[in-house]
């Protein structure tokens, strides 16, 4: 039976709704052990020094404290609605701080830990989900593109960017972010053919939350994702996506290998959303609660606390300070989320076109003089 | 006689359809469990199991297509698109081979298939979310489509496209899906294929479909006190037009305003507006109107109610189509 | 001044805008050392390399999402679509994604995207690939639509949209590719998005786009022998539409006729219909009439003739105009 | 590197254009070499009687002979186009020969032999081809779809088909034809996702013939295709598209394993576009005449006929008598053809819907009243 092996059993399984326990994942890229105990892995080394550490911790601490915060303020109305990182912090960050100045990232719309890395001011992402903008910041100056809502859309687009890159000849690479649900998308499957057939210079960063808002990853795949991507003729790799420094490590190896010309790669991140989808959904329907439980012990920013403490790296002051710096972004967030003006309303026919047409111009002055005669109404 | 909220009388309607037809199977992204994001496939999955109510892969061209061999074989899926801004990815099954597999077959093929979508803005929602995309649909030889503006058309409708043998493209006014209304579930209800009026009326003829006939029926309540006198038709369907009791209508009052929510450029209003104005060119005082969302991409949720026709853009209009 | 078929202009226009601008990138199916089916990027890839004119694999998806990246880090993509029955698996990619980011970044991401479709039918061909679907983008904020009709109108049109900030889709009127004319590579030609009367008349004003050009400018031909002054009107540009030199025209003639490949319904010809009848309406001796392709699924060759509008056709909605 | 393997040198070369010899293949199928020699493989077993390898052979033989007739009829003008099936006849005939009388079949547009072997009549085919119908066919009735043209569309269909075979419980299965280029399509990839997903009774038989178009198998993938299939969790494997019996043998394998419920398989059958895309298309723009000569030393004909003879199995009296029936057929083909009556215009408002909508009907009206009044006025 070589011709036709049952793949299924060769593979280790994947967990899923309701699974109390993961199973032994050999291939699983691990650095630091949910107990916070620094371990070795044969093909990731990964040298860093305290202070990095430190700040790595900083990182995960201050984007779910931002996490928080926005899930509060959307709970007081404050913003539309709000989709939370909460447990993917350490795959978000990992791979964030991985990035070069050069190189260009295309998230979803739950990468605020991405963003936060890449210096986004939380208010730009803010902005989006109170539905001032469509995302505030400078995608091209911070090398962060805009949030995209369309499912695996951006993944073409990072392959597309990394054949520029390409054609530039420069030393970067483009990292696509994408959930497990978006495998299913033709286009992401697409991109991963494009990204083959032409080595581009990108990599796929797939954060396998186990869920596609209610959906467990079992009805996306039987096998566990970065094995997809062998059959398009680049590797796949699983590393822990609540383990920062094993994420940093392979997300780098990753990037290095594209940026030298070696083609893609695809990353499966293995994480969990512990919250829900969005302040919109309800995962109570859907998920029990053991198997969060179960995760909370595998909390991303826990074992790095537990690590730095044992080891003596970081003291109670510092945590503390991290802790006092969290509430002063909490407090910025919110200040500055209550202070944000409403857009004018002429902003709408702003940019649509880079040249505007005479049929957006002539209603964009019916729009004003429209809302001139109500204010001449109400005088 | 019994009181139900949109949403509710199509998951009404739904469960009347897998009863009366054990061949429909209701596919879509979270619609099991979860019951869909707007539970409007709620408590189907318990009662009717995982073979009729399938909660698919993330991915609408899988959908779609997979809706199609199924139709082949002799079922009839229920597809739920989750909002009106992601209904493109399908978009080449649903204009390729949906609407085209009768007519390349000389009918051996028929493709009963319903497609639903809640589609429109007004509910705070980020990018994508509040598209109206029916005119894409309406110009698609081979598809029919109807939107939905009321409980009881919910009921009834859902299960009337379900039942037509050819693929229904259904639009549900996601912002309506909390309304409330009294629906009789033993009338046997109007064609589907039919406008109606809703509000008599001899100056002017007010048309709206979905979400904006609400808005209509309170524009001319408005405008009654004006001593203006506004007959509003619900369309119901886009796709054949059933423009019979508008021209009926626009006969009489000589002047004509078309509202929605979809960017006004080659909107419904278009083809209204031209084919109105063919068959009543002699009746007509004055021009027929638009009123739709601006040809601007759909702005982000804090301008969404300077985008959508409201009370007062309709009456503006109105007013503008009076002055002729 | 040279003589050129329609295809060649197009061949020549690409070869100046890459001479022109090193950021231009070609991208489709087979444009490569074929050429292209139809032989538009011929000799090409020989004279700019493979990173300049791309063989793509096989998914519409795949061509216009990297263009989207490519247009993010600088570079201004062509895309050749083979035929236009094969945009919709790129349609996801178009309406939500090039259609939407300049919007979206508040145009930071300007996307400088051609999208070039050889459209219409007249070709004797199978399934898919006769079909006119400009409709589907003109009705697409966030895109602008041209459609060109002769050789120097490709040539010089073809650099404008290449040049052009905004994404700009690109009907090539595939039955005409063959046509020959004199071009002037010297003159400046006229805006992109400009329409342009190409003969003068009195008593009615016949508008068209793409390959329905000279099917009308041969109607007016035929109509003069009636003594019938037929003024034509090529639309060049269907989003934004500039219905400037319509509107003086139809304000002599009080008569307005458009004839298009593509299903009337919700066509183009409904929109212009409108929007003439709107700023027209006590100048219009009849109302604006269409002359489109039935609203039925594109036929089998063997009946495309009898689907098209041809000049006899465009002549009876003509004297139905006429009369009213 | 164990984590991040690079695939590309663990697997056999794709030949490509101009490439002069096939490589060793280990994975590849093969039950009867280009010499004629019948092989045993260790999983595929073949019992196959000297009627059946005759039959097969006829089918062979005729389907090129109606090929020969259409490219001719074309050329003399009377069809719009011909996709010619020139050198994947053993593939089509393997796989249609492989069906059972339950099973469905979902063509693209090449399948002329699938359609042979499913009972449709040649000049059912021909009149799509020559613009009066879009495929003359029962599809129900003969479980063979119509031609699919938009590449790929008819994967999903074939595993949407498979979900109604499993609901109904019955003892059949789905058989998808795609060609090398439509494996890049987002379509093709969703339905291996699906086919996976819900274990669905659907084999995905895709011809290589090494070009879409002009754009050679490397373009689309830089691995075998077969090993696509593995990273959605189901089997993969590779057949020689030229050897009849081995196709044959490795599809029934694939249906019985469908119908048994164990769920999809993908066949790439790896053989050559001996002919032009079609019609209209001119190879010699892309491809080297060499590539041609080599494949013809492994004509999926010439070796079952070489077996044949050498084996006793047939005389040259059953070769002239399949050679007059080809004659006959090709007589009756060309002959059809002539007398096809064009189609009423008519046709075309009658099939949009299974309603007839009034809009339609009072355009059908008003069409015969447009003709009508050409037929007065010419009188
Ligand atoms: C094309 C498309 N279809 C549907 C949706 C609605 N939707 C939003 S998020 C989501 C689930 C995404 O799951 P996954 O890719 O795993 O990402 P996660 O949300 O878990 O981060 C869905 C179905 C969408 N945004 N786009
Ligand atoms: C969606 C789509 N895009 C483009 C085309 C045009 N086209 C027709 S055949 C073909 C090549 C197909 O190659 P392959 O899948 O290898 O099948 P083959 O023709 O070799 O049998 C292309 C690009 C199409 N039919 N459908
Ligand atoms: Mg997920
Ligand atoms: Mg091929």
């Known amino acids: 039976m070589t011709a036709v092996p049952d793949v299924r059993e060769m593979v280790d399984p994947v967990p899923g709704a309701g699974a109390p326990h993961l199973p032994a994942q050999p291939d699983l890229v691990q650095l630091l052990t949910p107990e916070g105990e620094r371990v070795e892995h044969p093909d990731y080394a990964l040298e860093i020094g305290d202070d990095e550490l430190r700040a790595l911790y900083r990182d995960l601490a201050l984007v779910r404290r931002w996490d928080v915060e926005a899930t509060a303020l959307q709970r007081q109305g404050e913003l539309g609605i709000w989709a939370s990182l909460l447990g993917q912090e350490a795959a978000q960050i990992g791979a964030g701080r991985a990035l070069g100045a050069d190189d260009m990232a295309f998230p979803t719309y739950r990468e605020h830990g991405v963003a936060w890395a890449r210096g986004v001011d939380p208010l730009h992402v803010i902005s989006l989900f109170r539905g001032n903008d469509l995302g505030g910041w400078d995608p091209v100056q911070l090398g962060f593109n805009l949030y995209t809502v369309v499912i695996g859309a951006q993944c073409l687009h990072a392959t597309g960017y990394a054949m520029g890159i390409q054609r530039d000849g420069a030393d970067a690479a483009a990292l696509a972010f994408l959930g497990d649900g978006a495998t299913s998308q033709g286009e992401v499957n697409e991109a991963l053919i494009w990204a083959s057939t032409f080595d581009a210079p990108v990599v796929f960063f797939c954060q396998n939350n186990q869920y596609a808002i209610s959906v467990p990853i079992e009805r996306q795949s039987k096998v566990p994702l970065f094995q997809r991507a062998a059959g398009f003729g680049f590797p796949g790799v699983r590393v822990d996506g609540n383990d920062v420094l094993a994420v940093l490590a392979v997300t780098r190896a990753a990037l290095a290998r594209a940026r030298e010309g070696s083609g893609p790669t695809f990353i499966e991140a293995f994480t969990y959303r512990m919250g829900a989808h969005t302040t919109s959904d309800d995962p109570t329907r859907y998920r029990l609660a053991g198997e969060l439980e179960e995760w909370k012990l595998r909390d991303p920013i826990a074992r790095v606390k537990a690590y730095l403490s044992r080891s003596g790296k970081a003291d109670a002051a510092f945590f503390d300070a991290v802790d006092a710096e969290g509430d002063e972004l909490a407090v910025r967030i919110r200040k500055g989320t209550l202070e944000m003006p409403d857009p004018a309303g002429t902003e709408m026919f702003d940019h649509v076109y880079a040249e505007q047409t005479e049929e957006i111009a002539a209603q964009r002055a019916d729009f004003l003089s429209y809302h001139a005669g109500f204010e001449g109404a109400e005088q | ?324």
Chains 1, 4 share one sequence.
């Not at chain 2, 318990?46 to 399938?54: I, L, S, T």
């Not at chain 2, 979809?262 to 009746?283: K, P």
Request: aromatic residues 8%; proline residues 7%.
């Open chain 2, 1 to 324: 006689m019994t009181t139900l909220t949109l949403g509710k009388a199509l998951n009404n309607g739904l469960r009347k359809a897998m009863e009366d037809d054990p061949k429909v199977v209701l596919m879509g992204e979270d619609i099991g469990k979860l019951g869909g994001v707007f539970r409007i496939t709620d408590g189907l999955q318990k009662d009717f199991g995982e073979a009729r109510v399938v909660d698919t892969p993330l991915a609408e061209a899988g959908i779609l297509g997979t809706a199609v061999g199924l139709a082949m074989r002799g079922y009839r899926p229920v597809c739920e698109i989750q909002f009106d801004g992601f209904v493109f990815p399908a978009y080449n099954q649903i204009v390729t081979q949906v609407a085209k597999i009768h007519a390349r077959s000389r009918g051996r093929l028929p493709m009963p298939i319903t497609i639903r979508i809640p589609f429109g803005g007004g509910i705070g929602a980020v990018e994508h979310h509040s598209e109206s995309p029916e005119a894409y649909f309406a110009h698609t030889t081979g598809l029919k489509v109807v939107a939905v503006s009321n409980p009881a058309d919910a009921y009834w409708m859902l299960q009337q496209a379900i039942a037509c043998p050819d693929p229904v493209v259904f639009f549900e006014p996601k912002r309506r899906y909390w309304d409330k209304a009294e629906v009789d579930l033993d009338v046997s209800p109007p064609p589907l294929f039919s406008s109606r009026v809703v509000r008599a009326g001899d100056d002017l003829t007010l048309l709206a479909y979905g979400p904006m006939v609400k808005t209509a029926l309170q524009a001319a309540q408005a405008a009654e006190s004006d001593g203006q006198s506004i007959e509003v038709i619900d369309l119901r369907t886009l796709s054949p037009l059933d423009l019979g009791p508008v021209e009926e209508s626009v006969r009489r009052t000589g002047r004509c305003v078309v509202v929605h929510e979809a960017q006004t450029n080659l909107g419904l209003g278009a083809e209204i507006a031209a084919r109105v104005t063919e068959s009543c060119f002699h009746s007509l005082e004055a021009p027929v109107l638009r009123v739709g969302g601006y040809d601007v991409t759909y702005p982000p949720s804090k301008l969404e109610e300077e985008y959508l026709p409201d009370l007062d853009r309709v009456l503006h209009v109105v007013d503008r189509a009076m002055g002729f």
